[in-house]
C-alpha cells in the first residue's frame, strides 16, 4: 500500500481561510473551499462561460397623463425609473418655460405651481439610463378646459389718448373674494413709459383701479395687461383662457380749479393758465361736491331730469331740461355745462342743482377743449367728495388710505411719502384754497352704488 505524503500543516491552514474572489474585466472567478462534509461548493465563473444579466431597462412616466391629457389644478409630475432625468423643459406657447424642481436623485420632477385649465404644454424630456444613454422625448400636453370662467375688461384702451386723471380700471364679471385679491392683482401688470410707480385699489368686488401717486405726465405710453387663467376664484371659478392687453396714451395736462367760493373756474394747459371763467355752482339745498373729480364723458345735448337724482316732480325743485356742452365730472350727475339762465349769477352766487354752470359761450370752449380723464377740481365748498363715486374715487385719499386696499403692494410704492395728488396742481398755494387742503379730502369707505341705478345715470343741474 502506497501512503500519501501528509500535507505540511501551513498549506491546511492557508486553505482553511474561507474564499479568494479573483475579478476580471468581462468576469469573475469564485474560488471556495472547505473541509470534507461541508456544505459548500466550488463555483466558477467566467465572462466566457455565460453572459452577464441584462440591466433593468428606464421608463420615464408623466403621472396622470392619458391620452396627452394631464388634469389642471394640480402640479405636473415627471418620474423615470432605472435611470436619471438630465433635463425637463416645458413651455407655454406665449407664457414661456414652466418653473419646476428635480428631487436629490433626479429621479423625479414637479412643477413649482399647480396648472391651468386650457393649457398647451409642449414638453421635451431628457433622461439617462443604466448603461449611460441619453434619451430624449417630446410630448404635446394639455388640459381640460373650465366649466366656469370670469373675465376681465381693461380701460382705458384701443389706442386713445385720455386726461393725467385717468386712472386704469378693471372691471370683473364676477366678484372677488379678498382672499384671491393678491392672486388676481399678480396677474394684472401695468407698464409705462417713462416708467412710474403705482398701486392698485379695490373699489368694490368687481372692479379694481391702478393709478401713480400724482396725475400723470403727459406723453406718458401705458399698457395695461391680464393673465388671468390660472387664478382659482374657488367654487370651479377660474380666470378667462389667455393674454390679454391695450394700452392708451395721456395727452396734455388739463386742469380746472374751480372755486366755490370765489365762484371763478381757472382753467390750465400744461401748467399755464389760460381761461378764468365764472360759474355758479350747487345752492346750499344741492350743493356741489368738493374734491378732484375727473371728466368721465362728454355729450353735446344731455336731457337732464332731476327724477334721477331723487327731486321728483311733487317737489318745488323739480326739473326737467335740454342742456348742451356737458361735461359729466361724477357719476351722481354733477356736470359743466351751459346755462344760460343763470349768466346772472354766475360768478356771484350758487344757484344750481350741483352742476357747474357756465355761460353757453364759455361752456361750447370748455366741451372742445376736455377730454376724459381731465382733472376738474372742485374746493371750499361744503360738501366732501364721495369716494365711492367714480368722479371722485381715485384722486381724494392720500397714498396711504390708497395703499391700504391694495392686496399686494409692491415694496416701490411702499416706500413712497408723497402728499395730496391736488398739491400738485398748478394753482394750488392760493389762499383761497390753502384752508381746504389741509382737511378736505375723502373719508376711506366706498358707497358701493351698483351701475344701471338711478344715481349711476342721473344729472344735476
Request: positive net charge.
Amino acid at each position: 500500500m502506497r501512503i500519501p505524503r501528509p500535507i505540511p500543516r501551513g498549506v491546511i491552514a492557508a486553505f482553511a481561510a474561507a474564499v479568494v474572489v479573483v475579478v476580471a474585466i468581462g468576469g469573475v472567478v469564485a474560488l471556495a473551499w472547505s473541509p470534507r462534509g461541508s456544505s459548500h461548493e466550488k463555483v466558477s465563473t467566467t465572462s466566457g462561460a455565460s453572459p452577464a444579466a441584462p440591466l433593468p431597462k428606464a421608463s420615464l412616466l408623466v403621472i396622470g397623463l392619458h391620452n396627452g391629457r394631464v388634469p389642471f389644478a394640480k402640479h405636473l409630475h415627471v418620474k423615470v425609473d432605472n435611470g436619471a432625468l438630465s433635463a425637463v423643459k416645458i413651455r407655454q406657447p406665449g407664457l414661456g418655460a414652466l418653473a419646476g424642481t428635480f428631487n436629490k436623485t433626479r429621479t423625479r420632477w414637479n412643477s413649482d405651481l399647480a396648472l391651468a385649465p386650457s393649457s398647451q404644454l409642449r414638453a421635451k424630456l431628457s433622461y439617462v439610463d443604466l448603461e449611460h444613454h441619453t434619451k430624449t422625448k417630446t410630448l404635446a400636453i394639455t388640459t381640460p378646459a373650465a366649466k366656469k370662467h370670469f373675465n376681465a375688461l381693461l380701460s382705458p384702451g384701443g389706442g386713445d389718448t385720455v386726461g393725467v386723471g385717468s386712472p386704469v380700471i378693471v372691471t370683473f364679471d364676477q366678484p372677488v373674494p379678498t382672499n384671491k385679491r393678491a392672486a388676481v392683482e399678480r396677474g394684472l401688470s401695468v407698464t409705462a413709459t417713462p416708467a412710474v410707480v403705482g398701486a392698485w385699489h379695490w373699489m368694490s368686488d368687481q372692479d379694481v383701479h391702478w393709478r401713480p401717486p400724482t396725475y400723470w405726465k403727459q406723453g406718458t405710453k401705458v399698457t395695461i395687461s391680464s393673465d388671468l387663467q390660472g387664478v382659482d376664484l374657488g367654487h370651479g371659478m377660474w380666470g378667462g383662457v389667455g393674454r390679454h392687453s391695450t394700452s392708451f396714451k395721456i395727452g396734455a395736462s388739463h386742469v380746472s380749479e374751480v372755486n366755490q367760493a370765489t365762484h371763478e373756474m381757472q382753467v390750465f394747459d400744461n401748467g399755464k393758465l389760460i381761461n378764468t371763467f365764472p360759474v355758479s355752482t350747487g345752492r346750499e339745498v344741492y350743493p356741489t361736491m368738493d374734491g378732484v373729480h375727473i371728466a368721465l364723458e362728454k355729450s353735446q345735448v344731455v336731457q337732464m331730469d332731476s327724477a334721477t337724482v331723487g327731486i321728483p316732480k311733487s317737489s318745488p325743485g323739480y326739473y326737467n331740461e335740454t342742456v348742451y356742452w356737458d361735461v359729466r365730472i361724477s357719476d351722481g350727475g354733477e356736470f359743466v355745462h351751459a346755462a344760460p339762465w343763470s349768466v346772472g349769477d354766475q360768478g356771484h352766487i350758487n344757484v344750481s342743482h350741483g352742476c357747474v354752470n357756465l355761460s353757453t359761450e364759455n361752456a361750447e370752449w370748455f366741451y372742445n377743449w376736455a377730454r376724459n380723464g381731465d382733472v376738474v377740481d372742485v374746493y371750499d365748498g361744503v360738501r366732501p367728495p364721495e369716494a365711492g363715486d367714480p368722479g371722485t374715487a381715485d384722486w381724494n385719499l392720500s397714498w396711504k388710505q390708497w395703499l391700504s386696499d391694495d392686496a399686494a403692494p409692491t415694496a416701490a410704492a411702499k416706500a413712497l411719502h408723497p402728499g395730496m395728488p391736488r398739491t400738485a396742481e398748478p394753482g394750488f398755494g392760493h389762499v383761497a384754497k390753502k384752508k381746504t387742503h389741509k382737511s378736505g379730502h375723502a373719508s376711506h369707505k366706498h358707497a358701493g352704488k351698483k351701475k344701471g341705478s338711478s344715481a349711476s345715470s342721473g344729472t344735476t343741474w
